[in-house]
């Protein structure tokens, strides 16, 4: 039985084009005119007007804080829901993260616990050098809100938009919200260079220090000249033709992973004790993964039994993201609330989500699910078991 990937990468015939004519140019090089193409690609397809490639998504994390200025011993406030790279950044800079807990509503950075905790910064009169809100799962956290609590205690906000690629909030793309934003091509992406990132921005003087701290912080002189310590962190022009060729069906891919998340709610939302991630109204998701809670009381099985099974059946699925306060490389470190994100883990399951499924990938993973389910075990044993159709 050929095995089922959570979110694997998925070519869409573009790239060739694009990789070859980078060849023939014999541009191989961290820089070149698909690196210039790819980068004003985004900017139009974000509405943001400054954009620079780089390696990977951490690295854009890593020059967001640099360009903000946050330096050791700052705070930094940071989701605690999310991949540990958005936290792992915050360390980098010697500054320390303190965690806050999601909304039960959305998942991500809840706006009110932000607002407490910077209430009681200000009241210490500690002002933290940034807040990085994450959009989870390719869906925004709630800017409305966030981006007024941080502008009215005058902290700057970077948006960790790796996930969200072709989601929005508020009618507006995922990458323009905050002083700075980041996204990710890594191979599990919506979209993906195999590997690689981009920092997007409206202040174009912070993109160009960030292009400039990117390749090795040289100053313009003939021979090599530094005042500034620097890193190599650009994107190779080929791994920007892949992108190039990516961006052409990134609504497609958006479509298609909307589409599998209707299959699954279609097929499983009303067995007992199934809860999809809700989506939040101000905005619309990229469906980059379709993420499931199961309460094990009631659907006879925990998460972790159900992500056995699949794996029984050669099919991949994942625990949500373990909340970084509970990691031990963050043992010690300070965070608001914590019980939500806590339950999400115990109980959050990510299911196959990449673009390529077919209707009997997706039938193999809910038929797993169902077989799992109490009612259906008991109903088995009748020999009635109820299939959904999916239409
Ligand atoms: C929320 C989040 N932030 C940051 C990153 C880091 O991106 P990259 O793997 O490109 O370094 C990822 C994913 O990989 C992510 O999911």
């Given at each position: 039985m050929l095995r089922i990937y959570l979110s694997p990468p998925h070519m869409s015939g573009h790239e060739e084009k694009y990789v070859a004519e980078a060849f023939q140019s014999n541009w191989i090089a961290p820089r070149g005119p698909m690196v210039d193409a790819f980068e004003r690609e985004m900017c139009e397809y974000v509405g943001v007007p400054h954009a620079t490639a780089l390696m990977s998504g951490t690295a854009a994390l890593h020059l967001a804080l640099l360009l903000l200025g946050v330096k050791t011993g700052d705070k930094v406030l940071c989701a605690t829901l999310t991949f540990s790279a958005s936290a792992n950044a915050i360390m980098y800079v010697g500054a320390r993260p303190v965690f806050i807990d999601c909304d039960r509503k959305t998942w991500n950075m809840d706006p009110n616990l932000l607002e407490e905790e910077l209430a009681a910064c200000a009241e210490k009169g500690r002002?933290?050098?940034?807040?990085?809100?994450?959009?989870?799962?390719?869906?925004?956290?709630?800017?409305?809100?966030?981006?007024?609590?941080?502008?009215?205690?005058e902290v700057p906000l970077i948006e960790d938009a790796a996930e969200a690629l072709g989601a929005t909030c508020n009618g507006i793309k995922a990458g323009a919200f905050g002083k700075i934003a980041i996204f990710s091509f890594n191979g599990n992406k919506i979209i993906t260079t195999s590997g690689g990132g981009m920092l997007v921005s409206s202040d174009g003087e912070m993109i160009r220090k960030a292009r400039f701290l990117a390749t090795q912080a040289r100053d313009p002189a003939p021979h090599y000249e530094h005042s500034h310590i620097g890193y190599n962190y650009r994107m190779s022009n080929i791994l920007a033709a892949i992108g190039r060729g990516q961006l052409r069906v990134l609504d497609d891919r958006v479509a298609t992973r909307r589409r599998n998340y209707e299959y699954y709610k279609s097929a499983i939302s009303e067995l007992p004790a199934i809860e999809f991630m809700p989506i939040a109204l101000y905005g619309s998701p990229n469906y980059w993964l379709t993420v499931i809670l199961i309460t094990p009381e009631e659907f006879g099985a925990d998460r972790e039994a159900v992500r056995l099974a699949l794996e029984a059946e050669n099919i991949e699925s994942r625990p949500i993201w373990k909340p970084m306060h509970?990691?031990?490389?963050?043992?010690?470190?300070?965070?608001?609330?914590?019980?939500?994100?806590?339950?999400?883990?115990?109980?959050?399951?990510?299911?196959?989500?990449?673009?390529?499924?077919?209707?009997?990938?997706?039938?193999?993973?809910?038929?797993?699910?169902?077989?799992?389910?109490?009612?259906?075990?008991?109903?088995?044993?009748?020999?009635?078991v109820p299939r959904r159709s999916h239409g």
């Amino acid at each position: 039985m050929l095995r089922i990937y959570l979110s694997p990468p998925h070519m869409s015939g573009h790239e060739e084009k694009y990789v070859a004519e980078a060849f023939q140019s014999n541009w191989i090089a961290p820089r070149g005119p698909m690196v210039d193409a790819f980068e004003r690609e985004m900017c139009e397809y974000v509405g943001v007007p400054h954009a620079t490639a780089l390696m990977s998504g951490t690295a854009a994390l890593h020059l967001a804080l640099l360009l903000l200025g946050v330096k050791t011993g700052d705070k930094v406030l940071c989701a605690t829901l999310t991949f540990s790279a958005s936290a792992n950044a915050i360390m980098y800079v010697g500054a320390r993260p303190v965690f806050i807990d999601c909304d039960r509503k959305t998942w991500n950075m809840d706006p009110n616990l932000l607002e407490e905790e910077l209430a009681a910064c200000a009241e210490k009169g500690r002002k933290p050098g940034a807040v990085i809100a994450v959009d989870l799962y390719g869906q925004c956290a709630d800017y409305g809100r966030i981006e007024e609590i941080c502008r009215k205690y005058e902290v700057p906000l970077i948006e960790d938009a790796a996930e969200a690629l072709g989601a929005t909030c508020n009618g507006i793309k995922a990458g323009a919200f905050g002083k700075i934003a980041i996204f990710s091509f890594n191979g599990n992406k919506i979209i993906t260079t195999s590997g690689g990132g981009m920092l997007v921005s409206s202040d174009g003087e912070m993109i160009r220090k960030a292009r400039f701290l990117a390749t090795q912080a040289r100053d313009p002189a003939p021979h090599y000249e530094h005042s500034h310590i620097g890193y190599n962190y650009r994107m190779s022009n080929i791994l920007a033709a892949i992108g190039r060729g990516q961006l052409r069906v990134l609504d497609d891919r958006v479509a298609t992973r909307r589409r599998n998340y209707e299959y699954y709610k279609s097929a499983i939302s009303e067995l007992p004790a199934i809860e999809f991630m809700p989506i939040a109204l101000y905005g619309s998701p990229n469906y980059w993964l379709t993420v499931i809670l199961i309460t094990p009381e009631e659907f006879g099985a925990d998460r972790e039994a159900v992500r056995l099974a699949l794996e029984a059946e050669n099919i991949e699925s994942r625990p949500i993201w373990k909340p970084m306060h509970l990691q031990p490389v963050f043992r010690g470190c300070r965070a608001r609330g914590g019980v939500v994100s806590e339950d999400l883990f115990t109980r959050g399951l990510c299911l196959p989500s990449g673009s390529q499924m077919t209707y009997n990938d997706l039938e193999r993973v809910v038929g797993t699910i169902i077989s799992c389910c109490k009612a259906t075990k008991s109903l088995k044993k009748s020999k009635s078991v109820p299939r959904r159709s999916h239409g």
